[in-house]
């Protein structure tokens, strides 16, 4: 028998005290009569009040009570099969259901598809200030607080386990919806009353556990964030894995770190990941290009200023870098080019934490965090007080030293993968297979720009590759020479020495050339940031661009 089948009255019948049939309606099978005629199964069965009734080709539940003077007996029929098995099996299966119903510690509310209660347990009723019976045909919501069942009506889908609040105790509850026939016919909610004391303490602890749980996914999440950061930096030369493990365990603590490295090894990188690493990761990340500070604008730059404070300043004043760095990280790059007397007013504000805007009058503490680079012999420049000994101790406590190309020539072909992997994500095109041959070629290359220079070669070359595969002559087409020829050398000798007759002009217009090249490679053909660090308005860089 399916479980959805729907149970109807099959007969009734009522008896006197001794068993003898007064009245009956429907059950004409003679296997039922026989039954009823019997006074000592009708004893039975209203001593158990609920019989189980198997024939060979139906079965059926009797209910079956006193009444005055007698005994009234129901026959029920299409009783699923579990409800059948529960009733056969069990004998005491009615106290089960009394239990079920009554049980002070596990209460019970019944709603139909109208979210109307039909059954209340009487300690729900009494925890509510009800009497029993007193909730019946009242609507769900009127009476149990914060409930969901007339929800549970409404979408068919079991809520299981959950928190409830009640008259400010928290219960655990479920709540399940009931079907007849496929339909949904009501619900029922069942609330744990056992131990209120145990169930907030459970409640406690789940509310402990949840807010453990949400540190964990915080922390795996930065940590992975962290990782990715940590895996821009492309390498796995023993050099390369020392620098990340160096970043992870630098990274947490909150001191100044200098980045010191060849220009193009990747130092921005670096500063990068140790800001993301960092409790401050949530933070900016300000850099600060401190060669490219004139010293008449380098307060109102990097303090800020406050309205009207100068000619040609922002009605509304401006906050600096250092404000803007604000619980974050200020990245001072290239700070072995700040001119001396730059250096001493940074040095004030990483002694005293404190900025005070151009023409304000309120001092501001700032909490950041140090981090600096420099592709210069900072101890070379102090001998030559070219850079400030106390300035180099307040910014150095940790110094992470980048290893240049040529230290780790292992890395090129997994630098050369994760740029043509980028490279064919940016020109929407297949990323193409290397020839071996590829990355002796690359190998024997002397590389003064380092990995922004292989970069730079990469991405020349695959821009006119045509095939799928990348070949040594590739990089020949692309203007790329043997390694060691003249044009390779060219940039560390004059256009003099390189043997070409050249006239001044020509050769300050190379040079010229070369600059733009190397800057719009350096800022990734931003044109803004080209012209501010070479200090020409963006319409003189157009025109440059333009004769190329
Ligand atoms: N280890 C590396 N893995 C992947 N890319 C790298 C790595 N090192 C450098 N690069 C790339 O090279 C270019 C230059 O890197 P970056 O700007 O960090 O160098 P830098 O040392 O700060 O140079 P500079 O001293 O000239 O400012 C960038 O495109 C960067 O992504």
């Given at each position: 028998m399916p479980d959805t089948a729907t149970a109807s009255i099959k007969a009734l019948v009522v008896t006197d005290d001794t068993g003898q049939r007064l009245f009956q309606l429907g059950g004409d099978d003679p296997r039922l009569k026989a039954l009823l005629s019997d006074p000592k199964w009708i004893a039975e069965a209203v001593q158990r009040r609920i019989m189980p009734v198997l024939l060979s080709d139906a079965s059926y539940i009797a209910l079956?009570?006193?009444?005055?003077?007698?005994?009234?007996?129901?026959?029920?029929?299409?009783?699923?099969?579990?409800?059948?098995?529960?009733?056969?099996?069990?004998?005491?299966?009615?106290?089960?259901?009394?239990?079920?119903?009554?049980?002070?510690?596990?209460?019970?509310a019944v709603i139909d598809a109208k979210t109307q209660l039909v059954f209340v347990s009487p300690i729900h009723e009494k925890f509510f200030g009800l009497g029993t019976g007193e909730s019946l045909g009242r609507n769900v919501r009127d009476v149990i607080q914060n409930t969901r069942l007339h929800h549970v009506v409404r979408t068919g889908v079991a809520e299981v386990g959950q928190i409830q609040k009640m008259e400010g105790s928290q219960r655990v509850v479920s709540r399940h919806p009931i079907r007849k026939n496929g339909t949904v016919v009501g619900a029922i909610g069942r609330v744990m009353f056992k131990g209120p004391q145990q169930v907030d303490a459970l409640a406690r602890q789940i509310k402990v556990l949840e807010k453990e749980v949400a540190t964990y996914q915080t922390q795996t999440k930065e940590a992975m964030r962290g990782e990715t950061f940590l895996n821009a930096i492309v390498g796995q030369s023993p050099a390369i894995q020392t620098l990340r493990d160096q970043i992870r365990k630098v990274a947490p603590l909150d001191i100044p770190v200098l980045i010191q490295g060849e220009s193009g090894t990747g130092k921005e990188l670096v500063a990068k990941a140790l800001h993301m690493l960092s409790p401050r990761g949530h933070g900016r990340l300000i850099t600060v290009n401190a060669a490219a500070l004139p010293a008449s604008l380098v307060e109102s730059e990097l303090f800020g200023y406050e309205a009207?404070?100068?000619?040609?300043?922002?009605?509304?004043?401006?906050?600096?870098?250092?404000?803007?760095?604000?619980?974050?990280?200020?990245?001072?790059?290239?700070?072995?080019?700040?001119?001396?007397?730059?250096?001493?007013?940074?040095?004030?504000?990483?002694?005293?934490?404190?900025?005070?805007?151009?023409g304000g009058d309120?001092?501001?503490?700032?909490?950041?965090?140090?981090?600096?680079?420099?592709?210069?012999?900072?101890?070379?420049?102090?001998?030559?007080?070219?850079?400030?000994?106390?300035?180099?101790?307040?910014?150095?406590?940790?110094?992470?030293?980048?290893?240049?190309?040529?230290?780790?020539?292992?890395?090129?072909?997994?630098?050369?993968?994760?740029?043509?992997?980028?490279?064919?994500?940016?020109?929407?095109?297949?990323?193409?297979?290397?020839?071996?041959?590829?990355?002796?070629?690359?190998r024997e290359r002397p590389w003064s720009g380092n990995v922004r220079e292989l970069r730079h070669v990469?991405?020349?070359?695959?821009?006119?590759?045509?095939?799928?595969?990348?070949?040594?002559?590739?990089?020949?087409?692309?203007?790329?020479?043997?390694?060691?020829?003249?044009?390779?050398?060219?940039?560390?000798?004059?256009?003099?020495?390189?043997?070409?007759?050249?006239?001044?002009?020509?050769?300050?217009?190379?040079?010229?050339?070369?600059?733009?090249?190397?800057?719009?490679?350096?800022?990734?053909?931003?044109?803004?940031?080209?012209?501010?660090?070479?200090?020409?308005?963006?319409?003189?860089?157009?025109?440059?661009?333009?004769?190329?």
């Open positions: 079956a009570t006193s009444i005055e003077g007698g005994r009234l007996v129901l026959f029920f029929d299409n009783v699923s099969e579990t409800v059948m098995r529960f009733f056969t099996q069990v004998e005491f299966a009615f106290d089960i259901i009394e239990h079920i119903l009554s049980d002070p510690y596990d209460a019970m009207g404070s100068f000619t040609g300043a922002d009605q509304k004043g401006r906050p600096g870098k250092f404000e803007q760095a604000d619980k974050g990280t200020i990245f001072l790059d290239e700070i072995g080019d700040m001119p001396l007397e730059v250096q001493s007013k940074l040095l004030r504000v990483l002694q005293d934490r404190i900025v005070e805007r151009v309120k001092p501001r503490h700032i909490d950041f965090r140090l981090c600096s680079a420099t592709n210069r012999d900072l101890e070379r420049f102090i001998d030559e007080n070219k850079f400030r000994l106390d300035l180099f101790y307040r910014i150095s406590p940790v110094i992470l030293k980048l290893p240049s190309l040529s230290e780790r020539l292992e890395d090129i072909p997994l630098l050369v993968e994760s740029f043509l992997t980028e490279l064919s994500a940016q020109y929407v095109r297949p990323v193409p297979e290397v020839d071996e041959a590829v990355f002796d070629f690359l990469i991405e020349r070359t695959f821009v006119f590759l045509e095939s799928s595969r990348l070949v040594v002559s590739d990089f020949h087409q692309a203007g790329e020479q043997a390694p060691f020829s003249p044009t390779t050398a060219h940039r560390s000798a004059s256009p003099g020495e390189s043997g070409q007759a050249a006239t001044l002009k020509t050769a300050m217009n190379q040079l010229e050339r070369e600059m733009i090249a190397d800057a719009m490679a350096r800022f990734e053909g931003n044109k803004k940031k080209v012209a501010e660090f070479l200090g020409v308005s963006r319409s003189y860089l157009y025109t440059k661009l333009g004769e190329e």
